[in-house]
């Protein structure tokens, strides 16, 4: 979600920004010839706010680590500096996704509302155990296109490894292709054509996966970014004893543009 999702800019630790969703007629009108315009009360965007999140990942070498020879490694400052990026950004990615809400009162961090909390409006609770079939994507689809005011269906489904095996096997997507110079035999579905769109298969590590209750997204990209009230930096800490220290740290939260443009379904089994 970090590489796929926009970015903007936040201002504050609480961040705030305006959604607008048009409502379908529900019934014919027509205007009498020759009548005057009226005018009913205009309808505002919605403010909608998230709290910005703190994290780091800290970094330490002694000073004998840095002066031997550590094979393959180089320098392990620097070598640990970068690993502490690759770490910083798992942990932003699980936030993203599984953060609960918290104040940030005194001595208390700040948690910002992730994906899973965020989204409220289309939500299914499937019977404990149920198989994710073909029948159930379909399903999505249908509450994602009916869904009131929301007018994009979901381009992104996000599940666990398991589940995008099952919609592999689906009849609709599973043809298979052997390339003939590699005698590879491929079977992958990356993208399903539902009667109301194309949706990309996105596995991923961070969602829930348990017994009973293993869960599924749909997300429509680009209603999702990710704001920055400081993006990653690096900052070398005051030395403490015989060793260099750093961290590298960001503070950034969710924004969902269109949250009823979203919807989870949960309840599927672990494996699929």
Known sequence: MLTLFGTSTARGTLHEWLTYNISRPTSTTAVIEG????????????????????????????????????????????????DGLRQLKLKMEYNLLNSTTASGASGVARYMVGLDAFITSVVTARNSGTSYSEQELNDMAADAYTTVSADKVFDMLLCTVKIKQAIAGFSGNSTRYIDASDRRLIKDVLVYDS????????????????????????????????????????EELSKVGDADRGHWITEFTLEVLNEKADLKRTGYAQNG
């Open 195 to 234: 009667a109301v769109g194309s949706h990309r298969i996105m596995h991923h590590r961070d969602v829930r996966n348990s017994a009973g209750s293993t869960t599924v997204y749909g997300l429509r990209e680009e209603l999702h970014k990710v704001a920055y009230l400081d993006k990653p930096m690096f």
């Open 35 to 82: 009548a005057d315009t009226t005018f009913g009360d205009l309808t505002a965007p919605s403010r909608v706010t998230n709290k910005t999140h703190i994290l780091n990942q800290a970094i330490q070498v002694s000073r004998t680590e840095r002066r031997v020879n550590v094979a393959a490694v180089g320098d392990p400052y620097a070598f640990q500096k970068s």
